[in-house]
């Protein structure tokens, strides 16, 4: 009678529209008709806010706990043109990387809307939560913690909430041009479709052929080199890293002619690579079974899902993982193909700035702040460096003299962690052969952080041996210190050097000593 519910309050379902597409595809076709937020892969809980909103009347409020992802991500497009074009965002409480719910890892928000064209949209978040609970934490706000954002910030584009000094920030960053004025494009690795099949453990290297164990064969086997080519994970990429090294290794059935790659045929790959055929064949009703799932080819049933371009990796890169607590960027000029949890930056052909100034410039506290205020919070702070985030950030044109002065300090710092990771892994080898371990625990690989007799004690306690002689116990103290010394030595060195980068990146950017506190705040400690 009245035209609609005063309150209209919920906990939505989380699912993705995908399995409805294949079993009542009928039932999306009505949604998409009928509802502006059903665009792209949306999600249930988007719909279910739309419609909430249209069984309130006039004036009436609206409060849904749901996921966050809807302020970035494509599938929020709809529902973020919805409410930003009718105003109807009363208040955002924003949970960030805590969850809410115990048995589901879901990061969420309280979404208050009022039906009315509200003159402002009040936002709040919690980040961390120190020694107090989420639920105590929430109990004590009152709307003074509340900043009022203009809507003119709003559209169907992504949401950024910064405000005040953080905004002013983003706004000096947004005058330099942006990032893909100078590379060409920053795509994801390679997608297997099934990395354990494709990705495999080297164990020995013979003359033509490696020996490798598979997860999905759950044994050794024997394949061509020529097929296989090394790759790297999120886990090999560091911060101001030199990548030297490979720990796995990829089955790649694609030759690269004239900058374009082709595919094997069936009967080319079998007189070729017999050994990697004859493997691949043990799973290739498997293989069919997900290329017609996919909508690929099933005819190349071998191929990788996105192979993507063998020509991209034949040059040098900077490379980021995709998950990351602070800037952990690499170079890698080894030729290295990578998985789909790193991402790589392949420059224009006509931009001649060195990577290595670049580098300091992604590697920045700035680009973390930057990362922090645009991107998505997962977890315990890190975020997600995809393209989508990356490609929307603004690097200044150096002039020739600060150009090379970055270089030399990242040139420093590159050799001076190369130096570090090499005594680091001697001792650590050193260490696992004469006492037998195997798999080092946490503290005994931070060794450095020890005393002696710390270090002695955890020894005896990991091999559960106290029989260590005097004369031993001497030898491994001088060798201890002698490597504990070098490596702090190092570390120092290299912090040194990229505090002063930092402070170089600052001015570049042209920030005040303000602004500086500001993006220093709770920037994360190096885990390298």
Not at 391 to 413: C, D, L, N, Q, T
């Amino acid at each position: 009678e009245n035209g609609g519910f005063d309150i209209v309050v919920g906990n939505p379902p989380y699912l993705r529209v995908q399995g409805l597409h294949e079993s009542h595809e009928h039932i999306t076709e009505y949604l998409e008709k009928n509802y502006k937020s059903a665009t792209g892969r949306y999600d249930y809980y988007v719909l279910f806010a739309e419609r909430g909103v249209t069984l309130l009347k006039k004036d009436g409020y609206f409060g849904f706990i749901i996921p966050h992802k809807f302020t970035s991500a494509q599938l929020g497009r709809g529902l973020r043109k919805y409410l930003a074009e009718k105003k109807l965002i009363h208040s955002f409480l924003n949970f960030t990387h805590n969850f809410v719910f115990k048995d589901s890892a879901v990061y969420t928000c309280i979404l208050k809307l009022k039906n009315t064209e509200n003159k402002k949209l009040l936002y709040h978040s919690i980040e961390d939560l120190g020694i107090k609970s989420l639920e105590s934490l929430v109990a004590a706000i009152t709307s003074k913690d509340f900043v009022a954002l203009d809507y003119d910030k709003f559209s169907e584009k992504s949401w950024n909430f910064s405000h005040g000094s953080s905004s002013k920030i983003l706004d000096k960053v947004k005058r330099f041009p942006n990032i893909l004025e100078y590379f060409e494009k920053i795509p994801q690795g390679i997608v297997t479709g099934d990395n354990d099949l494709f990705i495999l453990e080297p164990i020995k290297e013979k003359s033509s052929t490696m020996i490798l164990f598979s997860k999905k064969a759950g044994e050794k086997i024997e394949l061509e080199k020529e097929i296989l080519k090394p790759l790297i994970t999120g886990i090999d990429v560091k911060k101001y890293f030199q990548i030297t090294k490979n720990r796995q290794f990829i089955i790649y059935p694609y030759t690269l002619e004239k900058e374009k790659q082709i595919i094997f045929e069936e009967d080319e790959l079998k007189s070729k690579f017999p050994l990697a055929f004859e493997y691949l064949s043990k799973f290739k009703e498997q293989c069919i079974t997900k290329k017609k799932k996919y909508g690929t080819n099933p005819k190349y049933w071998f191929s990788l899902h996105n192979s993507r371009n063998l020509f991209w990796f034949e040059q040098e890169r900077i490379v980021t993982a995709q998950i990351s607590l602070g800037c952990n960027m690499s170079i890698d000029n080894r030729n290295f193909l990578h998985n789909e949890q790193v991402y790589s930056f392949l420059k224009k052909k006509n931009t001649i700035i060195d990577n290595k100034y670049f580098l300091a410039i992604l590697n920045s506290k700035i680009m973390w702040f930057f990362m922090k205020n645009t991107g998505v919070v997962l977890r315990g702070g890190y975020f997600r460096f995809k393209t989508k985030y990356l490609g929307a950030f603004h690097i200044p044109y150096p002039s020739k003299r600060v150009e090379k002065e970055i270089i030399e300090k990242v040139s420093m710092v590159l050799k001076f962690k190369e130096e570090y990771l090499e005594k680091y892994a001697k001792f650590l080898s050193r260490l696992q052969t004469t006492f037998g371990i195997n798999d080092p625990s946490k503290k005994l690989k931070k060794f450095y952080e020890l005393s002696f007799s710390s270090f002695l004690i955890l020894i005896q306690k990991t091999t559960k041996k106290d029989n260590i002689s005097l004369k031993e116990q001497d030898d491994w103290e001088e060798y201890f210190q002698l490597y504990k010394k070098q490596l702090l030595d190092l570390r120092n060195k290299y912090e040194k050097l990229e505090d002063q980068i930092d402070k170089m990146v600052y001015d570049i950017y042209e920030l005040t000593n303000e602004e500086k506190q500001i993006v220093e705040k709770n920037y994360p400690k190096s885990n390298f």
